[in-house]
């Protein structure tokens, strides 16, 4: 039909070549136009396509703070994005795609936010349960073995609220928590809260209901470990038997020297109790912890309420380091131990001041013993 009409119409008069040579180029024509036409429009999204694949990879180089502004798209999958892209090129963007779009981001969100350690669901939520002590006696230990446990979210650092920053307010102490979902217990350690005269009141006035953790340890030891790391920081500070005794020939500790009197831990612990009960706080044996540390996490999981699901299963005993390490850490699929500053080499003390040292703390570990209900053998 076209041949007939372009023949009658174009060139009415003319030969049978010439009629052939017209629809010849018609043809041409029309397979030029269906190339340029592929060509075109392949070309206006796979470029594309790789520009921001491109542009991704940059941002993985990036700071965080600026990672967090121009990330979104990157996080959006390679499958998701070409759904994006196609509904932007074409400009259809249909109620049922754009559903399906935002299926596919809210499944990517979540599957990042289980694998990342700041996770996008959940809410910010004040604290259920803090460990609140001892400095040195193994706090960083049970914060990292505790999380690793799924119904459980803490803060990794020590924000020092109930003590140093508790003029900034609830406000901002919830805004250093992590996300976390109704079912998750949100935790944070800070060991000086424990000799902070305030901080139980401070604290049973955010929630008498906290569940509260002390991690206890042979107090003459725990001093020694106090001392090590201060000299650590500090190499010209006094002896340890300079800081520790006012007067050592008649045996008189000085008490306000702090390695000392964070070890009277029956004088701190009537301060807490005045704010709570004691079925409200649980105490972490130091040294089990290093002898059996799936045993002090299973008492730790059933104080606060969760399934024993951290088992021995989950440690290892590390030769090299002398402490048991964890399989497999909240953050990493990787065998962790704790860092350098933990199980470090203590300052060798004369065997007669430690004596005197346990004389010393004696009468403090019998009535703490009697009145948590546990002998912790430290004498
Ligand atoms: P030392 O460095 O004196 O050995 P905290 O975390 O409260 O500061 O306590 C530090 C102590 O935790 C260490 O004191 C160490 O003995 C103890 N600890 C308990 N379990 C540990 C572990 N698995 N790895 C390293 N240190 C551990």
Known sequence: MAYRFLSSRIVPSSNRLSR???????????????????????GTIMPNQRLEDHRCVHLK??????LLQKSHYCTISAKARVISDETRA???????????????QDVVDHKQSNNSNSPKYGNKKLPNALIVGVKKGGTRAVLEFIRIHPDVRALGTEPHFFDRNYDKGLDWYRGLMPRTLDSQITMEKTPSYFVTREAPRRISNMSRETKLIVVVRNPVTRAISDYTQTLSKKPDIPSFEELAFKNRSQGIVDTSWNAIRIGMYILHLENWLQYFRLSQ?????????????AGELG?????????????DKHFYFNRTKGFPCLKKPESSSQPRCLGKSKGRTHVQ????VIEQLREFYRPFNV?????????????
């Open 281 to 293: 706080i649980h105490f972490v044996s130091g040294e089990r912890l290093i002898t059996d540390p």
């Open 20 to 42: 052939r040579i017209i629809f010849i180029f018609t043809i041409s024509l029309c397979f030029m136009y269906l190339c340029y036409s592929i060509l075109f429009c392949s």
């Open 90 to 104: 074409v400009g259809l963007l249909n109620q049922s795609k754009h559903s399906a779009f935002q299926k596919t």
């Open 61 to 66: 180089n990036m700071g965080s703070k600026k």
């Open 367 to 379: 009535k703490f013993y009697e009145m948590v209900g546990h002998d912790f053998r430290w004498d």
């Open 349 to 352: 003390i004369d065997q007669e």
């Open 299 to 311: 008492r730790v999981q059933d104080f606060l309420g969760l399934k024993r699901i951290i088992t």
